[in-house]
C-alpha cells in the first residue's frame, strides 16, 4: 500500500504560479513512475506530467508543455508539479498517482493508487 498526499492548491489570477507537493509514504519501494493528474467539473481525468524517480526523465501533456515541470526528491518521497503562466483552463482537481509497472504513462488506469487530489482555481 502507499499512501499519497497531495497540497499546495489553492487560487490564482491567470498568469499566476501554484506548486504542488505530493508526498508518499508506505510501500514506495516498487514505485518507479509518479505521475500528475487533473480533472475539472463534468471532465475526464486528464493526464499532465509523469517523472521516473531513477531518472530525470519526464513527460507533459501538449497543454501544459513549457508551462509546468513536473521534479522529485527521492530522499523526501516528494514530487513536485510547478506551475507557471496558469490559465483559466488549468482550473481542476489535481491528482498525484503511482504508475503500475505496465501500459502506457498518460492513461489513468494504469495507475494503481491516487492521492485525494488538490484544488486549482485560476481566474482572470
Known amino acids: 500500500q502507499v499512501q499519497l498526499v497531495e497540497s499546495g492548491g489553492g487560487s490564482v489570477q491567470a498568469g499566476g504560479s501554484l506548486r504542488l507537493s505530493c508526498s508518499a509514504s508506505?510501500?514506495?519501494?516498487?514505485?518507479?513512475?509518479m505521475g500528475w493528474f487533473r480533472q475539472a467539473p463534468g471532465k475526464e481525468r486528464e493526464f499532465v506530467a509523469r517523472?521516473?524517480?531513477?531518472?530525470?526523465?519526464?513527460v507533459y501533456a501538449d497543454s501544459v508543455k513549457g508551462r509546468f515541470t513536473i521534479s522529485r526528491d527521492n530522499a523526501k518521497n516528494l514530487v513536485y508539479l510547478q506551475m507557471n503562466s496558469l490559465k483559466p483552463e488549468d482550473t481542476a482537481v489535481y491528482y498525484c498517482?503511482?504508475?503500475?509497472?505496465?501500459?502506457?504513462?498518460?492513461?489513468?488506469?494504469?495507475?494503481?493508487?491516487w492521492g485525494q487530489g488538490t484544488q486549482v482555481t485560476v481566474s482572470l
Open positions: 498517482a503511482t504508475k503500475t509497472p505496465w501500459g502506457v504513462s498518460s492513461t489513468a488506469t494504469n495507475y494503481a493508487y
Open positions: 508506505g510501500r514506495t519501494i516498487d514505485t518507479l513512475v
Open positions: 517523472i521516473r524517480l531513477s531518472e530525470d526523465s519526464t
